[in-house]
């Protein structure tokens, strides 16, 4: 469904998605704070990623251009740590199925502030910027 034209989208498909990211602590948030509409069009213009185990999907430092839900998998986040003139990744957590993350960036227009990599074959459903 997250390959469909998101016009095309069913309120049935819709209602599915906000099933499967019930527990998504930016879903619950927002359902509080404004209307179901606001949180329907979230759901009607996600799209779907998919990531094989060591792909990274976006780098410390870049810019914010979308929102994550993890459909399955894992990824782990990572920040870069400089001393002596030498670079090493320092791993900050995992992430599993139903946690999301990317919103800091896009919240604040601020540049990523870790690199994420998957762990596993990751599906993540994805909200643009435009539409966040």
Do not use: W
């Not at 185990?53 to 251009?65: L, P, Q, S, Y």
Request: with cysteine; glycine share 6%; net charge positive.
């Amino acid at each position: 469904m997250l390959n469909k034209v998101p016009t095309l989208r069913q309120s049935s498909e819709l209602k599915l998605l906000s099933k499967c990211t019930s527990n998504v602590k930016f879903f619950e948030e927002l359902k509080q704070k404004c209307n179901s509409v606001v949180v329907d069009q979230c759901y009607r213009y996600m799209t779907l990623q998919v990531f094989v185990t060591g792909e990274i999907v976006f780098h410390k430092g870049t810019k914010g251009k979308n929102f994550y839900v993890i459909l399955s998998g894992k990824v782990a986040l990572y920040t870069i740590y400089h001393q002596d003139g030498h670079q090493s990744n320092i791993h900050i957590r995992d992430l599993d199925q139903g946690e999301s993350f990317g919103e800091l960036a896009l919240l604040e227009n601020a540049p990523r502030s870790a690199t994420v990599v998957c762990k596993e074959k990751t599906k993540l459903a994805v909200l643009d910027k435009l539409n966040f």
